[in-house]
């Protein structure tokens, strides 16, 4: 019988005693069959091999909300007078070899050694774009933040950092990461896997963080899928104030919408969440997908033109850039 090597829990309405899965959502898991199909049809659409960024020095606090873009998921969300850090990635290669696969184009927008104390990780899932082992021991080694993600995470973070701090939680679950701040898992449409043989076997999700009198969504990694999830998240939370919202790493579409929203699907998102403002992220730092890493920008913005959202409420974030709310 196959074993979960990463979590062991009880059944629910999204895991089957195995695996997680998406109810209700269409299915995220492809064939070698479906891969080799991809593979034989990418566009000849090369990124340059590197685009400058001068990164910036953060101030060691703020009372009210600063977003700066790290790169891809990585962002410093500072809120409240806390810091936190989303799916920290200072590694030159997303990829579990330190010599082969997908390679930042993008310096990180801060320099690691730059970067304030961080009081707590969001960990979205166990993907090498966003669980990047060799940033998680260089921040303990620094400053040993919380670090909240869905279940069975932990167990991969925990075998590199035994000492690691870590709230594994389940979607629904909140943890009260301070006075007053506190950390939702909430679901995404997803999956996750390390290598062979693990698929789904850790959680993915999402995080919405209420600190200070607002509401920030980190989305992770998601599909649009029914578009359930985000009309619930609504109902559950009331509007977000800011959401962050990936706009990149969707084609081909037959092959990655169930994962991936592209812009059209995070302006869908936006609204569904009735949120005052949007970060695009999760786009031009590492090439993973087929599109030409200026679209998602480009279809962003067309999009936000078309559908009369206000200009300047949801914007596509490059590393190094700053934003400042409230």
Not at 93 to 104: C, D, E, I
Not at 116 to 122: E, N, S, T, Y
Not at 157 to 166: E, L, N, S
Not at 198 to 213: H, I, K, N, Q, T
């Amino acid at each position: 019988m196959p074993r979960n090597r990463y979590y062991t829990g009880p059944v629910s309405d999204h895991f089957d005693g195995l695996r997680f899965f998406n109810p209700g959502e269409p299915d995220t898991d492809r064939t070698l069959r479906q891969i080799l199909r991809w593979r034989r049809s990418v566009p000849d659409n090369p990124w340059p091999a590197q685009v400058a960024v001068t990164p910036v020095v953060p101030d060691a606090r703020v009372e009210r909300l600063r977003v700066t873009m790290v790169g891809h998921a990585t962002l410093l969300i500072q809120i409240a007078g806390l810091n936190l850090l989303t799916d920290p990635v200072w590694s030159d290669r997303a990829s579990p070899l330190a010599f082969a696969g997908p390679r930042r184009v993008t310096a990180p927008g801060i320099r690691l050694e730059d970067l304030p104390p961080i009081d707590a990780v969001l960990l979205s899932h166990n993907h090498y774009d966003h669980l990047d082992i060799a940033t998680l021991k260089a921040l303990h080694q620094r400053c040993a933040p919380l670090i909240v993600t869905p279940l069975g995470n932990d167990s991969i973070v925990r075998r590199h950092i035994r000492d690691a701090r870590i709230k594994p939680g389940d979607w629904g679950d909140c943890f009260e990461i301070a006075p007053g701040a506190q950390v939702h898992i909430v679901p995404a449409t997803h999956w996750s896997s390390r290598g062979p043989g693990d698929r789904r076997m850790a959680l993915w999700g999402g995080f919405m963080v209420r600190a200070g009198g607002q509401l920030v969504y980190f989305a992770g990694d998601t599909g649009y899928g029914t578009g359930r999830i985000f009309r619930e998240m609504r109902a559950r939370f009331g509007p977000t104030d800011l959401a962050l919202l990936p706009i990149g790493a969707y084609d081909p579409r037959w092959f990655m919408a169930a994962q991936h929203t592209d812009p059209e699907e995070a302006i869908q998102i936006m609204r569904d969440l009735d949120a005052r403002a949007a970060i695009g992220i999760h786009w031009a730092t590492f090439k993973l997908t087929d599109e030409p890493r200026d679209e998602p920008a480009a279809r962003l913005a067309a999009g936000v033109a078309a559908t009369g959202i206000a200009p300047g409420a949801f914007v596509a974030m490059q590393p190094a850039e700053v934003a400042a709310f409230g």
